[in-house]
Nanobody
Framework: QVQLVESGGGLVQAGGSLRLSCVAS????????MGWFRQAPGKEREFVATINGNGGSTFYAASVKGRFTISRDNAKNTVYLQMNSLKPEDTAVYYCARGTAWGTRSQAYEYAYWGQGTQVTVSS
């Protein structure tokens, strides 16, 4: 069973930055894409960013492109989400997830394992 543990969430003012981390258990971390999703109150979970198994390819939602950066350190079984120029509309619970295959993917059904989530709140 794969476990994912996120950290790094918190309260930040608009225009500020946060870096989320997600540590995965297991020996085959580099064999799978990783992704970040978020869910705001009263809204459906939405895709944020994804990275392939070796970190060579990334893909972002239009709403965060140019502000957020996803990266991974396979030696540490960790994926990161650097969030800059944060806006109040970025407020949500952020989840990391492990994909079902190596390549990048943006649909929730393409992810088999999910973390418990970390709250990000951006004040105006």
């Amino acid at each position: 069973q794969v476990q994912l543990v996120e950290s790094g969430g918190g309260l930040v003012q608009a225009g500020g930055s946060l870096r989320l981390s997600c540590v995965a258990s297991g020996r085959t971390f580099n064999a799978y894409a990783m992704g970040w999703f978020r869910q705001a109150p009263g809204k459906e979970r939405e895709f944020v960013a994804t990275i392939n198994g070796n970190g060579g390819s990334t893909f972002y939602a239009a709403s965060v492109k140019g502000r957020f950066t996803i990266s991974r350190d396979n030696a540490k079984n960790t994926v990161y989400l650097q969030m800059n120029s944060l806006k109040p509309e970025d407020t949500a619970v952020y989840y990391c997830a492990r994909g079902t295959a190596w390549g990048t993917r943006s649909q929730a059904y393409e992810y088999a394992y999910w973390g418990q989530g970390t709250q990000v709140t951006v004040s105006s």
